[in-house]
């Protein structure tokens, strides 16, 4: 007989309004993304709007604030509320601040990141106004397992949105966003069902 699916606790890391949160907690709740729970919204930034979105679905939030500590230190909290938490996958969403080693050897393959744009072109900031600058065609979105490179790790699925003529930064961004908010519940529910595969094989 096989096992029921694991349902995987997810935590989802923000800094700011947090709409790409929003969208993984509607697919979450809605069975989009099927055996997976969002558990925790963890926030660096104890103004993110995205909080008041996170507790009106119900969701634990948790402020975890640099407070002038090392990248390290700081990080350390975090992976202690993780593990409090038992959580199995992280994902980024708009968290803005690079991973330390530690956390992401913690994490192996577990944690994901989006970023607006085709990787590897136009990483960091302002991706879109990259994308503008050098006059690309298409632009787009990526989901990504995060590693110590800046939007640098191994890709896992990716959305291509065309530049039209005469687009503005905020035009283009727009568009972008509406495709990032299916390509990451998209995503997400791929790695979850390998997982499971994984986890099946395995027992
Ligand atoms: C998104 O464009 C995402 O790709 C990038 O930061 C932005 C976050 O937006 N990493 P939101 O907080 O999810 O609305």
Redesign the pocket.
């Known amino acids: 007989m096989s096992s029921p699916a694991k349902t995987f606790r997810l935590a989802i890391l923000?800094s700011?309004?947090?709409?790409?949160?929003a969208a993984l907690i509607d697919a979450a709740q809605s069975g989009k993304i099927p055996a997976a729970e969002v558990a925790v919204v963890i926030s660096d930034q104890s103004a993110a709007s995205?909080l008041q979105r996170a507790n009106e679905c119900g969701i634990e939030t948790v402020v975890i604030e640099r407070r002038g500590r090392s990248r390290e230190e700081h990080d350390r909290e975090i992976i202690a509320a993780l593990r409090e938490r038992k959580i199995d996958f992280i994902c980024?969403?708009?968290y803005m601040r690079i991973l330390s080693r530690d956390f992401i050897e913690a994490y192996p393959r577990r944690i994901l990141?989006?970023?607006?744009s085709l990787l590897p072109s136009f990483t960091g900031l302002e991706a879109q106004k990259q994308a503008l600058e050098h006059g690309v065609k298409v632009a787009g979105?990526t989901v990504h397992f995060v590693d110590e490179s800046l939007d640098g790790g191994p890709i896992i699925a990716q959305r291509e949105v065309p530049v039209r003529e005469a687009d503005t930064v905020e035009a283009l961004?727009a568009r972008?966003?509406e495709q990032?908010h299916r390509l990451y519940p998209e995503a997400v529910a791929t790695v979850l069902a390998q997982a499971q595969v994984n986890l099946a094989a395995n027992s």
């Open positions: 923000i700011g309004r947090g709409s790409n949160m995205g980024l969403a708009g990141n989006i970023h607006p979105c961004s972008i966003l990032e």
